[in-house]
């Protein structure tokens, strides 16, 4: 197994020299590895919006390209180039819902306490997801450009949204000033199961599907309505908001 930092551009080229070298190329590239955030944009530094950036946009990009023009390194080192090459590759980006609609103060704001610690039940205010929101748009339109430019190579592009799964992504999270967050939200407790995901990312693959939503129907729906009705989407969201913030006093 090969492990590196996806924030360590360094570190990314050396593994995928080192998989290349290994394996000779790779068939499957799964941008899976991401972490999520909890905070308001008036507390956040932008060294931690950065950092959110950092993990789950530029390191996935930069996996997928691997310093293209890098000069150490040569062309055949490259991830794309040597797919390119072959004329065969599936690139496949695990973006989210939040790729395709920004939501405020998220409705979910009792939490299940991964340890009942005093600093842990602070944080139950900081519930903004702007910057996951943020990256996984970048996500979402990169993959959507470099699935237009691959097709003429025959290479496949697949960009995942998924809804809440049972992981641990917000007890992961970082919080506006970069400490872990540490909570299991309700909303990833009650999230799907990795499992039945992963299956249905594999599927996806294998009928090489461009784009998949894999969430319930609301989700789903708020989409559309984003697209058709923004204004509204916008007014329900801004709503959502001054809920939020009024129960909760941020
Ligand atoms: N869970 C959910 O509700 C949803 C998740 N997603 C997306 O699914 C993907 C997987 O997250 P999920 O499994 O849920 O969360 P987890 O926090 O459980 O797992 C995150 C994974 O990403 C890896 N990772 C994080 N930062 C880095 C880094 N800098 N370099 C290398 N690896 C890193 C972690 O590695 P390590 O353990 O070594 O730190 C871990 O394997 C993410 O992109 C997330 O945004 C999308 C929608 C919903
Ligand atoms: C035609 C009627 C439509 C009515 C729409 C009303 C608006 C409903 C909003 C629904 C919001 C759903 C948000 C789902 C967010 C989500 O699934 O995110 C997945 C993640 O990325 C989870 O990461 P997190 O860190 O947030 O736990």
Redesign the pocket.
């Known amino acids: 197994m090969v492990?590196?930092?996806?924030?360590d551009p360094g570190a990314i080229v050396a593994a995928a020299a080192e998989i290349l070298q290994c394996f000779g190329c790779v068939d499957i590239l799964v941008n899976?590895?991401?972490?999520?955030y909890r905070g308001t944009v008036m507390d956040t530094t932008v060294d931690v919006d950065k950092r959110v950036m950092e993990?789950?946009y530029f390191?996935p990009v930069a996996l997928t390209k691997v310093e293209y023009l890098s000069k150490p390194l040569p062309l055949s080192s490259a991830l794309l180039p040597s797919m390119i090459k072959r004329r065969q590759g599936h690139i496949v980006a695990?973006?989210?819902?939040?790729g395709k609609i920004s939501i405020p103060f998220r409705s979910a704001c009792q939490h299940i306490l991964a340890e009942n610690s005093q600093s842990e039940s602070s944080r139950e205010t900081q519930l903004s997801e702007y910057s996951?929101a943020a990256s996984?748009h970048a996500t979402q339109a990169f993959f959507d450009c470099l699935r237009a430019e691959m097709e003429q190579y025959e290479i496949e592009v697949t960009v995942i949204?998924?809804?809440?799964?049972?992981?641990?992504?917000s007890?992961?999270a970082i919080t506006a000033d970069g400490s872990r967050y540490g909570v299991m939200d309700k909303?990833?407790a009650q999230?799907r199961s990795?499992v039945e995901v992963a299956q249905d990312i594999l599927a996806a693959v294998g009928k090489k599907k461009k784009d998949v939503i894999l969430a319930d129907v609301l989700p789903s729906l708020a989409i559309y309505l984003r697209t058709l009705a923004p204004g509204l989407f916008f007014s329900l969201m801004a709503s959502r908001a001054r809920k939020e913030q009024k129960s909760k006093n941020i």
């Not at 899976?32 to 999520?36: F, K, L, P, Q, Y």
């Not at 695990?94 to 939040?98: F, G, L, M, V, Y």
């Not at 949204?161 to 992504?169: A, F, Q």
């Open positions: 492990t590196f930092d996806l924030t899976n590895a991401g972490i999520s993990t789950n390191g695990i973006s989210s819902i939040q996951n996984k949204s998924p809804g809440y799964i049972h992981t641990n992504l007890i992961n909303t990833t999230g990795p």
